[in-house]
């Protein structure tokens, strides 16, 4: 594909040899004269100067940082990951259902779905058309898959749980577990019924062995367009809104509300019954002890407004020697008639 | 079922219509005129006053908050549990195998064991009565499930792991893999061979993505009534002990010891080789490094008693302040002569 | 075997004696006349007094703490694991595919590769010599298998995995699931198309339920001798050098690189783009935050020189008492005739 035409489908002009054809990406240490690389962070400016790319995706900032041919684009993280998804389009699932899958009768599959070898699909399953059920998934009573959805290898949805379209499922991802209720009774615990579902919008991607359990009564809710990294726990009657991303190995607790377009790093932790509003970002490793009325950005164990943190946690590198400063004071500070 | 009745069963008496008929549960804020719900949290209390439900379950001090059918108990959330059990019981499985199913002539099976399609097991398994093995679930040789065990699909028991009576095991939990022992020569890791085994209880829940190790030498041990969340490492050769529950995460290095009737909240790590007597409680997020020996509720990285942390905690918030004041007093109190 | 030769085969030194017959080892607990032990922590010198072991491995200068026949070894948790792999070695796999695994056509296998029963191999994939592949393994389009590597069952390689030799991979890993790459289009999350490997070298062992993602555009890379516990996140791009062990529940972020014979504990995370040096060692639950150029230990949140830290989380356990000292110093120290 032509650098101009690349140009045109992404949104970004061109600078100078848009002819350059492009048959690929790669980075800028790697990229060779058929590929599209991209400039975002000025720490690989270096590599900027020695790339031997084809092309490259810059902001219009930094056009003057490269002579060869460049796509210039005000986001150029999002123009090169379009073109990225041009230039090596995912190959369309291939309609058909493996012989050895294992669909009960009164399941019903739409057009052109891809069942691969291994998948069991229970009773009362609805696929959407064009969906695609990897090798060995298991997808219990009364599961529904939006039209365009994927689940990858080995995905386990239990009965009730629903998908909306065009979702992206890893393998080892579990949806529909029992949460964890649990009443005491004298030192002995008694489960409590596990009665809601799962449900899930459309445009969501669950990462590897991520779990997110069904609600104990009303349903655990994830919005459209949410996204999910690897190994996250999702707790029953959580919801979480559109369009919000979430990194990995992050916990959050039984019925936690997390708003729209948030960003939770890494490793974050919720305790339960929170109400998080729009917009918020929680850096990596906070633990998140209660609810945030404002937008912004969280950090800390328990999380605080990031700016506050930073001092704060400024100051704790130097607390050993405010602690002996602070003694030093006492002692001078005494007063001798005492 | 009739409200009385329910009361009955459940341990509880009645105020208002014991007639009332009830066939399931709900929130309050969803809950219609056939369903019970339940009321323990104080910040609910509006929706308590705009509830629909046909009865709701409270305690004593509660009784004059709802005007409608109520079921009084001391633990109202204990009796609401064994009231949506009796509402909504589990169905009990169907016996049978599974034709798909591959089971080894030398396994042995009980009486109304119910074994789902494309479960692998073993030489030398032994399943108890009334035991459901999920889809997909793999038993090694020699691997124990005791009576009336339910394994949801795709549970792994490697060889030699035994499960004990009534428990629950969620999909993906890993149950005897490899602990990580390892010995160091001159720079490169030597394997330690893992040679014990998991020892799991009765009436045990173990979650979905949670990992225990068999032990290295002596077994890795789960005692009765242990409930475990998911996405929880347990290593080689710890052992927990009776009635504790552990919240999702939770990360338990090799060789620690968890007494009985402890509460574990998510995301919380212990350190090797440590001994945590019965009745202790570990907050959210905290790093246990050394042994406790009093029961009680333990706070922060690492942990101390609660009460102490939360001081301290709040005085980190308080840090860069507290560290500017001292500043401040060093300059005022330098004594002018110097 | 007896004890001299077992010693002649570990490296060490008999005392007492050598015609000893051992066929197992054991905790010096549980040991009997014909098993073998070990001691290398003090704290359980009461068992060591106590022991009925036939025979016991340890350092030079705890040879006295023992009167029995006894193997001194420099290293004696060393010359333990290699004894104890010697008494209890690993079944060889016998050689054979199981009519269920579905292999396909234009899919090599070596000599002597035992596969087990409903494992999936993909087209292109090659699996050397002597290999083991697990029940129920999904080996997707491409993936490579060393010779000699073993995959317990149920383990997950997508499409172009490569695994080297001797390699030992535990149940629902999951290697070549997407990173997590977004970019965003004023507010909505657009896929990065994740275009790289995960390509691992040779004795490596990868822990249950740990995810190891494809990246994005470059390889995610594990060097020789790697060794990653249980639960561990993996991010794209990521790369591990050689015979570094990573302990359970930590997680490393897109693009970090961590070095040769590096240490890192339990619930450890990392943020993104960092560049770890060889020979660091981090203390468990640490973050680490900023790139590390100097080999030595780490700990805190951020992780700074853990001496330091160490110091100052002492002083963090004061703090509620060093800010009321500080509180009463400014009262004291107060001019009166201000």
Same mark, same amino acid.
């Given at each position: ?123 009362? *399953?609805?696929?959407?058309? +064009?969906? =695609?059920? /990897? #090798?060995? $998934?298991?997808?219990?009573? &009364?599961? @529904?898959? %939006? !039209? ?6 080995? *995905?386990?949805?239990?009965? +009730?749980? =629903?998908? /909306? #379209?065009? $979702?992206?499922?890893?393998? &080892?991802? @579990?949806? %529909? !577990? ?25 445009? @969501? ?28 726990? @999702? ?104």
């Amino acid at each position: 594909m032509r650098l101009s035409e690349l140009a045109q489908r992404v949104g970004g002009s061109v600078e100078g040899d848009g002819d350059r054809e492009l048959d690929g990406v790669a980075t800028l240490a790697r990229a060779g004269a058929a590929q599209l690389s991209f400039f975002v962070n000025r720490r690989y400016r270096r590599q900027l100067t020695d790339t031997r790319a084809g092309a490259v995706v810059l902001a219009p900032d930094d056009r003057e940082l490269f002579a060869g041919p460049r796509l210039i684009a005000d986001n150029p993280y999002l123009a090169f990951a379009r073109a990225a998804a041009l230039l090596h389009p995912l190959p369309v699932p291939a309609p058909g259902v493996d012989p050895s899958a294992r669909i009960h009768a009164d399941a019903r599959l739409g057009r052109n779905v891809q069942v691969q070898a291994r998948a069991i699909i229970e009773a009362g *399953v609805h696929v959407g058309d +064009g969906a =695609q059920i /990897g #090798a060995g $998934c298991y997808l219990g009573e &009364g599961v @529904v898959v %939006g !039209a365009g959805s994927r689940l990858a290898p080995r *995905v386990t949805l239990l009965a +009730g749980t =629903q998908l /909306g #379209a065009r $979702c992206l499922i890893h393998p &080892g991802a @579990v949806l %529909g !577990a029992d949460g964890f209720g649990l009443a005491n009774d004298r030192g002995v615990w008694v489960k409590v019924p596990q009665l809601g579902r799962v449900v899930v919008g459309d445009d @969501v991607e669950i990462g590897a062995n991520t779990t997110i359990d069904r609600g104990a009564l009303d349903d655990t809710l994830i919005g459209n367009g949410v996204k999910l990294d690897n190994l996250i726990q @999702v707790a029953h009657g959580v919801r979480i809104g559109d369009h919000t991303a979430i990194a990995a190995c992050v916990g959050i607790s039984g019925s936690t509300v997390i708003g729209r377009h948030c960003v939770i790093g890494g490793g974050v932790g919720f305790v339960g019954h929170l109400e998080i509003c729009d917009g918020v970002t929680v850096t990596g490793m906070s633990m998140v002890a209660q609810s945030i009325t404002r937008p912004g950005v969280y950090s800390g164990i328990p999380a605080e407004e990031a700016r506050r943190w930073r001092r704060n946690i400024g100051r704790f590198h130097q607390l050993d020697e405010l602690a002996r400063r602070l003694l030093r004071l006492e002692r001078t500070s005494k007063d001798p008639h005492e």
